[in-house]
Structure formats: structure tokens, C-alpha cells
């Protein structure tokens, strides 16, 4: 067994040492009101989940989805193609950044996993799935995360009424006519604010890490995404999920991961397990403070680096 509770007590333990470490997210009015001295770590491992901590504590995925959205976008169109709209490069800048997108190459967003490049995912699959859209995200969701979610409506709401560099994220993108101008601009946000709002607590993270790391396929054994879909998404976890503190990320850490401003984060690795880790309180960069110090220790006492 790779995570024992002796080595996972202890990771939450110094988690607790960090806790008032850094800030809620309040750029999103709803996020604020989260009790900010939870904490969680839960793994799976040969099939059974392993929590310590407040495990069944749900709060919203954030950027998280964007992990999904970008599988949903696999599902219709091959990576080739998808790069005709957002690349697979690293950030440099913050999460939302506008100078990023006015800078970057052929004005199209540097990765999926960014606020713009998301959005432009979103903006593909309504074009797909058109009114249905939310609710195919959410059914694959549900998959990746081991059990039927929805969503806040009140989170959802608050991010529509604070979505002011959002909505210029993606003017700017209908401005350089990466979107087309006929983009139904209120449907496809709309979209995008429900599936940043879909509540999750820690165990279902640790599935959606288990999915990917076990490539695919969740823990019944039925398949979420294909192997190279989950070697994709594992590939643009390592180098863009934790926006520009990637680098740093990989060296602590040294797993793909995701991270979202509602404090959780989830890993991926090539063990077959799954691990994931919540804490409300977010560094600069808008990852879990406390979230990151205890993958830090455990990839340390455990040997999990990839690198
Ligand atoms: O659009 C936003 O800003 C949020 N709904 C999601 C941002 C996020 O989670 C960034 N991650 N750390």
C-alpha cells in the first residue's frame, strides 16, 4: 500500500501548520463565504478510497473542469485540430490574464486550462452540442468524478455577476475573430460559469485523478476516456495545470496536476492510484497553499515524482 493513514495524517497535519497561509478566493463574491480551515487529502488505491480530513466537504471545481471540458473537446475533434484554436503551451501569466492572450502567437489562447482557452473550449462544444451543452459537461463530469454532481447556482450566479475580464477575455477573442461572430457570447459563459460551479468534494477528485492516471478507465473499470485522451490530458496537467507556477509545481511536487480557485487540486500520476487534496486558502498564482505543501511532503516521503 502506497498511502498508508499514518503517512496521510501526517501530510494533513502539516497542512494545518500552513492553513491560514494565503487567501479565499474573493474576486467571485460566493467563494468568500467558504469556511477557510477545511482540509482534506483522499487517494485510491486498489479500488477503495482512503480520506483524511473533510473529505465529504463539497465546494466548486473551478478550473478543474477545464480538465473535463478539454477531454468533452477530444471527444469531437483531434488535438490538430483543436490547436487551430488554443494551443498546448505553458502560461507565463496569471489565470486570466488579457495581455497574454493579446501577446500570444496568432492571438489564440496559450492553453486550454487558462480562463480564455476554456472558454473557447466551451465556445467548440456548444457549437457541437448547442442548448444540450451544460448538460453533457455534466453527465461526463458525473463520470469523471465517481458520482452523479450538479452544480451552484448561487456560485454560478456570483461568477456571472463578476465575470468582468471574462467577458473581456472573450470580446477580445471575437475581436481578433478567433470566435466567430455569430458566437451566442451570453450561452457559451453561462456555460462556462455552471460548469466552474459544479460542487465536488475531495473523494470525487481523487476519482477524477484515478480515471486519468489509470488511463481512462475508473474504478468499475468502465471507460471514461480513451488511453491517449488521459496521456493528453496528463501531459497538459504537467505543464500548464498549475498556470505559471507549473515549474515550480513540478519541482515540489513533480505530478501532472490541476488545480481550481474553490482549494482543491487534483494530481495525476502513472501508479494507478488516485490523489487529491483540498484547502480553501489559494496562493498568488490561485493554487491551495496549504493543498500544495501537502502533496510537497507527500511526494517526498512517498517517492512520487515523475521527474
Ligand atoms: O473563471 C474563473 O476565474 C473561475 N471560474 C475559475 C478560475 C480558476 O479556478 C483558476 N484556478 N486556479
Do not use: W
Not at 495545470?241 to 507549473?246: I, L, M, N, P, Q
Amino acid at each position: 500500500m502506497i498511502y498508508s493513514e499514518e503517512v496521510l495524517g501526517k501530510a494533513l497535519n502539516l497542512g494545518r501548520k500552513y492553513i491560514h497561509e494565503g487567501a479565499v478566493a474573493d474576486y467571485i463574491p460566493e467563494l468568500a463565504k467558504v469556511d477557510a480551515n477545511k482540509l482534506a487529502i483522499s487517494t485510491i488505491e486498489d479500488g477503495n478510497i482512503y480520506s483524511v480530513g473533510d473529505s465529504k466537504v463539497r465546494y466548486s471545481i473551478q478550473s478543474i473542469v477545464k480538465v473535463i471540458l478539454y477531454a468533452l473537446a477530444m471527444e469531437n475533434y483531434k488535438v490538430s485540430e483543436l490547436k487551430k484554436y488554443v494551443g498546448v503551451r505553458p502560461s507565463a501569466k496569471p489565470f486570466n490574464s488579457v495581455i497574454e492572450l493579446e501577446l500570444s502567437e496568432k492571438k489564440i489562447p496559450v492553453n486550454p486550462f487558462i480562463n480564455a482557452g476554456a472558454i473557447i473550449i466551451v465556445a467548440i462544444l456548444y457549437n457541437v452540442y448547442r442548448e444540450k451543452t451544460f448538460d453533457v459537461i455534466l453527465e461526463k463530469a458525473s463520470q469523471f468524478l465517481g458520482e452523479d454532481v450538479d452544480y451552484s447556482r448561487e456560485i454560478a450566479q456570483s461568477e456571472k455577476e463578476s465575470s468582468f475580464t471574462n467577458r473581456t477575455l472573450i470580446y477580445l477573442m471575437l475581436a481578433k475573430g478567433i470566435l466567430p461572430s455569430d458566437t451566442k457570447v451570453e450561452e457559451v459563459l453561462d456555460t462556462y460559469f455552471k460548469a466552474c460551479s459544479i460542487l465536488v468534494n475531495t473523494e470525487n477528485l481523487a476519482h477524477m485523478s484515478y480515471v486519468i492516471s489509470n488511463n481512462g478507465l475508473d474504478i468499475e473499470g468502465k471507460k471514461v476516456i480513451s488511453p491517449n485522451e488521459a496521456r493528453v490530458l496528463r501531459s497538459l496537467m504537467a505543464t500548464c495545470g498549475t498556470y505559471d507556477y507549473s515549474g515550480d509545481f513540478a519541482i515540489r511536487v513533480g505530478l501532472p496536476a490541476k488545480s481550481g480557485v474553490g482549494g482543491g487540486i487534483v494530481t495525476a500520476s502513472n501508479n494507478k492510484t488516485g490523489l487529491a487534496v483540498y484547502a480553501p486558502r489559494l496562493d498568488t498564482h490561485g493554487n491551495s497553499y496549504s493543498g500544495v505543501r501537502m502533496l510537497e511532503y507527500l511526494s517526498q516521503e512517498l517517492d512520487l515524482s515523475i521527474y
